[in-house]
């Protein structure tokens, strides 16, 4: 349900236009050649939905697939249940590789997990993002009408109110980054540092995860740009430079919490949580569920596991460490190394402890379908969630949700944006000290049932608090004011 200020700001805002890399879609091939358009899950779908339902809204991006379809042949998407209007913008293969894998995750990827080692500065990718970012701001220009409010999401289309300004379109943009924002120290190893702060500043209102994002990025504003002045009494700062305005916030993205609970709840899913139980007898559970991405510090979780094993004697043959891992960007080949060296550590930690009746470490490398990773996440004891650095991680939020029983325990990273806000009831780590996530798995396999209890209790109550509707209506009641 949206909130009813929602209907409030709509007065004020009018049509909302959201523009993203990927669409909210997912695209497969039937086997009789045609194409099968459906709804893609996610968080920001679910939270946007209704908003653009009820405003005959409409949403831009990349249907996330090459020249091979044919953008009359995505029209089919209307008819799909979305509710709302969507507009293809169609990419080369050219423009994928080095927009999309170049520019977007081998440059400011890395760079704004605050891994510089990682990125690939090669010139050709920054001409093609700007040409990209250009593209999509063509696509808005020929889809929007007087009074729409055009919301831009994340680190692939930094540039695009910058586009909409010189193609002379006056609209209200916003923007909202989803991964973190990294400190001058980073971030001035970008070698277009200057014409991406400039082009960011551009927006009306520029949306972080939190408030140390927030300020990295406005220290960054005040060391790259002279005669900047920054109000920063309020909540949301305002940025003044070079005759431009532009309000600067912390807006952390949540969970449709709710949803989360109910699925939690259904029978299929208990069955399931059953199946798991039986096939894991007597073990506590240790969850982790991971995209194939080098910023979630899979390794390192792995070796911690495996020098909690090595130092207290107690967790052999006691714990099991799930670990799900999604494949993502596989064309880059950072994602290929990082498979094989995750790969290796699971069989060598494997070969080394496994036991007649006792696998230490059940691997996946698979996307599971919602009712799976909820049954997963409802069985787990122990959540381990220990990225090097994450915009907010919504894991952490949904094993919550849908800890049913009340008595897992959160072990988080103390760099991922969550941690803001769920820090004082989880156990806080820090995802290199290995030793230190060695303890918090010892601890939490220790931790009585009232303290289990208490803790859940606090931090579902947080997230239930401030789930997706109230990010979304945070978001756009300011961009109202
Ligand atoms: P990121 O956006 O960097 O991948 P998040 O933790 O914020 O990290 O979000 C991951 C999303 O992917 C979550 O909404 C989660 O439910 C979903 N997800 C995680 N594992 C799987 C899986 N195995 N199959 C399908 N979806 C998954
Ligand atoms: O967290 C940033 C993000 O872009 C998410 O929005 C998305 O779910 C994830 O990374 C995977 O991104 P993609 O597969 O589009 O590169």
Not at 86 to 103: N, T, W
Request: aromatic share 10%; charged share 25%.
């Amino acid at each position: 349900m949206v909130p009813d200020k929602a209907h409030q700001n709509e007065a004020k805002l009018g049509r909302l236009v959201v523009v993203s890399n990927r669409l909210p879609i997912s695209i497969t091939r039937a086997k009789r050649g045609e194409w099968h358009v459906e709804p893609a899950m996610g968080g920001l779908v679910t939270a946007l939905t209704p908003v653009l339902r009820e405003r005959k809204g409409l949403w831009i991006g990349w249907p996330g697939i090459g020249e091979e379809i044919d953008p009359a042949e995505l029209s089919m998407a209307q008819g799909s249940g979305l509710g709302y209007q969507i507009r293809p913008v169609m990419l080369s293969d050219q423009e994928v590789d080095e927009y999309y894998f170049g520019f977007s995750n081998e440059i400011l990827w890395p760079l704004f997990h605050d891994l510089q080692n990682f990125c690939n500065f090669n010139p050709a990718y920054w001409k093609t993002y700007q040409a990209v970012n250009r593209k999509f701001a063509e696509a808005v220009a020929q889809s929007v009408e007087e009074d729409d409010y055009i919301w831009v999401h994340d680190y692939h289309l930094t540039l695009l109110a910058r586009e909409l300004k010189s193609l002379g379109l006056p609209f209200k943009v916003g923007f909202f980054l989803h991964t973190p924002f990294p400190s001058p120290d980073i971030f001035m190893k970008l070698p277009w540092r200057s014409q991406l702060l400039n082009a960011l500043l551009e927006y009306d209102l520029l949306g972080f995860q939190t408030t140390r994002d927030r300020n990295n990025f406005i220290y960054c504003a005040e060391a790259l740009i002279r005669n900047i002045h920054h109000d920063a009494r309020r909540q949301v700062s305002v940025i003044t430079a070079q005759g431009r305005r532009a309000r600067v916030g912390a807006f952390p993205i949540s969970i449709d919490f709710r949803e989360y609970a109910r699925q939690a709840s259904v029978d299929l899913v208990g069955e399931r949580v059953a199946d798991l139980r039986r096939a894991i007898p007597d073990n506590q559970i240790i969850l982790g569920v991971d995209r194939l991405d080098y910023s979630k510090g899979i390794p390192e979780k792995l070796k911690a596991f495996r020098y909690a094993l090595e130092r207290h004697d107690d967790l052999y043959g006691q714990v099991t460490l799930v670990q799900v891992v999604v494949p993502s960007r596989e064309d880059i080949p950072r994602y290929q190394e990082l498979r094989d060296e995750v790969e290796g550590l699971v069989s060598e930690i494997n070969g080394q402890f496994t036991q007649w009746g006792w696998v230490p470490i059940h691997y996946m490398y698979r996307n599971l379908d919602r009712l799976e990773l909820l049954a997963y996440y409802r069985a787990a004891e122990i959540a381990l969630v220990t990225p090097l650095k994450d915009g907010m991680n919504l894991v952490a939020k949904e094993y919550c949700a849908a800890n049913r029983d009340r008595n897992g325990v959160l072990i988080l990273s103390e760099f991922a944006g969550s941690a803001t806000q769920l820090r004082h009831s989880a156990l806080l780590v820090n995802p290199y000290d290995i030793e230190g996530v060695a303890n918090a798995i010892h601890r939490a396999y220790k931790m009585e049932v009232g303290e289990r209890r208490a803790r859940m209790r606090r931090l579902r109550k947080s997230i239930r608090d401030r789930d997706i509707f109230w990010w979304v209506e945070s978001f756009l009641q300011v961009a109202a004011s």
